[in-house]
């Protein structure tokens, strides 16, 4: 299946655009050194660097300081996105229904697929490429129902969030929505650290619905095993610290757990099941009262800085998270299910700054994991017709599954300073990617779905079972994908134009995908305070490993 790109559009923005008038030319660094023995001062060597003029494409950017004294909710990446205009959560994540989730909500950016977002972390993309959508089927025996997240980040441990929504430039690629880059904690010459804890739970809450919905664990079922969620409690805590190793070394560490019990009504009814003669037995359950489904969240991350001179330094990072699910429906016997969702990666990120420019590599590798487990790896349904109305009896999950999707990537970019031509500033920005992708699907042992109809009209009609087997499967499929982009930002008195183009090939879909983007900004008074922002861009969507999958 091709990747479609998205349709072209023009992204129109007029008002009141707080910036400062840019100086040409801002000494950032000036270091004084005193000689003892001659008692006067020297100025070192210093790298003076003109400031940007790229003021265009400026994103929503969430500090560090926000996040620490803001609303976290669940203490998700995209629960401090709520208030930003351009993005939008899912229905499901405004939902009252599951106040007792802990796991990221979905969200939209200017209308696209949630899963069309491009999820950045310390400059590499952390997205879960291999099934993110949902076909509204909920769960099923041949999907896990996972995210568009390869991590579940917890956000007290990050250090800010970029959301660039439109006029994007052309150093990101692959999506057809927006970019929601994370920077993590750095070493910044500080010793310390900090630590949280909190708390909620239903009793503590009140929920108001409309009362021709059964607010009920009990209408719960396979395929939606949490759909309501009336009792819960939450709880998390962790933190981080910094220390400096040495003058120029030094060390971010961060850790965080939050767990979610969900009181549900277990079942009662009649439970069939196989005796040692294949023979289907029903045995009538009583009311067992209620049992907690879980959810449980671990992250882990730790980050080496190294200032290695006055111009570069180097970050060494490694990330971990977890997410444990634990769920079962009221309406069948033996029905529990875990599922986890695990990610691990390591992540290399060196700059230096010349007179001339700014050169970063960027380099990771990532493991991206979902896997089920259920208590009963096989289905039995009982299919009565012998009465009216016909009622069915079931038990068993929907078996065992593992997806596992591997990252490698690679990024490069050369941001210059501005030069002058003639009546014009330019501020030219090259860059390469590459990424290679590999996606794993493994169901262990051979699954089973036993359904026996019932009618207890012998001669005139016969009872049968019907057998579905989704047998034991491992399927491989890769992808590469190469990118190189271009762009310039041009500055004539008031007028800005950054034309750019970018280039995306993958050797799975076998296309160049040309994406050009021009952004200009007029600004009206002179005085960096009243802008005309106009601009046209092409973005292309993701592939979806599934489909190289389907392939295989």
Not at 236 to 252: M, N, P, Q, R, Y
Not at 429 to 439: I, L, N, P, Q
Request: include cysteine; charge should be negative.
């Amino acid at each position: 299946m091709k990747n479609v790109p998205s349709l072209s559009y023009l992204i129109i923005s007029m008002g009141l655009i707080s910036c400062p008038v840019i100086a040409e030319q801002n000494e950032i660094q000036e270091t004084m050194s005193e000689q003892s023995d001659k008692e006067e001062n020297d100025v070192k060597d210093v790298l003076v660097i003109q400031a940007s003029i790229d003021d265009i494409s400026k994103p929503e950017v969430i500090t560090s300081e926000e996040i620490r004294t803001g609303t976290i909710g669940n203490g998700n990446v995209t629960d401090l996105l709520k208030t930003l205009p351009a993005v939008q959560m899912s229905n499901g994540g405004m939902s009252g229904n599951q106040q007792g989730e802990i796991k990221p909500n979905k969200i939209t950016i200017r209308g696209a697929n949630s899963y069309q977002n491009n999820f950045m972390l310390d400059g590499i993309s952390f997205n879960n490429d291999f099934d993110p959508s949902s076909d509204g089927n909920g769960v099923t025996s041949t999907t896990i129902e996972s995210s568009e997240q390869g991590f579940y980040i917890d956000s007290r441990l990050i250090d800010n969030i970029k959301v660039y929504d439109n006029n994007i430039p052309v150093e990101y690629g692959n999506f057809t929505g927006g970019v929601v880059d994370i920077t993590s904690k750095r070493w910044r010459y500080n010793n310390g650290g900090s630590i949280f804890f909190s708390s909620t739970r239903s009793a503590w809450n009140k929920v108001y619905y409309d009362h021709r919905v059964d607010f009920n664990t009990a209408n719960n079922d396979s395929s939606r095993p949490s759909r309501f969620q009336p009792h819960y409690k939450k709880e998390s805590f962790g933190g981080w610290f910094e220390a400096g190793i040495t003058d120029t070394l030094g060390i971010v560490f961060s850790a965080s757990h939050r767990e979610s019990d969900i009181s549900a009504v277990k079942f009662m009814g009649l439970s069939p099941s196989l005796n040692k003669n294949n023979d289907i037995v029903i045995t009538n359950k009583p009311y067992q009262g209620f049992k907690n489904q879980t959810r449980d969240s671990n992250n882990f991350s730790g980050k080496l800085s190294w200032y290695m001179t006055e111009n570069t330094n180097a970050d060494l990072s490694i990330n971990y998270s977890k997410h444990e699910d634990y769920s079962f429906s009221p309406k069948e016997d033996n029905s529990g299910t875990q599922t986890d969702h695990s990610g691990i990666g390591g992540m290399f990120e060196l700059t230096t700054n010349f007179d001339f420019a700014e050169l970063s590599l960027n380099a990771g590798y990532q493991q991206l994991q979902d896997k089920r487990k259920s208590d009963q790896n096989f289905f039995i349904g009982f299919n009565d017709y012998s009465q009216y109305p016909n009622k069915t009896y079931n038990s068993g999950g929907v078996g065992d599954l593992k997806t596992t999707q591997k990252n490698t990537n690679f990024k490069t970019k050369l941001q210059f300073r501005p030069i002058q031509f003639g009546a014009t500033l330019h501020e030219p920005k090259v860059g390469f990617e590459y990424s290679k992708t590999k996606g794993i699907y493994e169901r262990d042992k051979d699954y089973y779905r036993y359904n026996f109809y019932y009618f207890n009209m012998q001669p005139y009609m016969n009872d049968y079972w019907s057998t579905s087997v989704f047998e034991a499967v491992h399927h491989s499929a890769s992808y590469t994908n190469y990118a190189a982009y271009l762009d310039d930002t041009i500055k004539y008195q008031r007028l800005t134009i950054r034309p750019g183009i970018r280039l995306d090939y993958d050797d799975f879909v076998k296309e160049a995908n040309f994406a050009p983007r021009i952004t200009t900004s007029y600004d009206l008074l002179g005085n960096g305070q009243t802008n005309i922002i106009a601009g046209y861009s092409r973005y292309y969507g993701r592939n979806m490993l599934i489909y190289a999958l389907y392939g295989a």
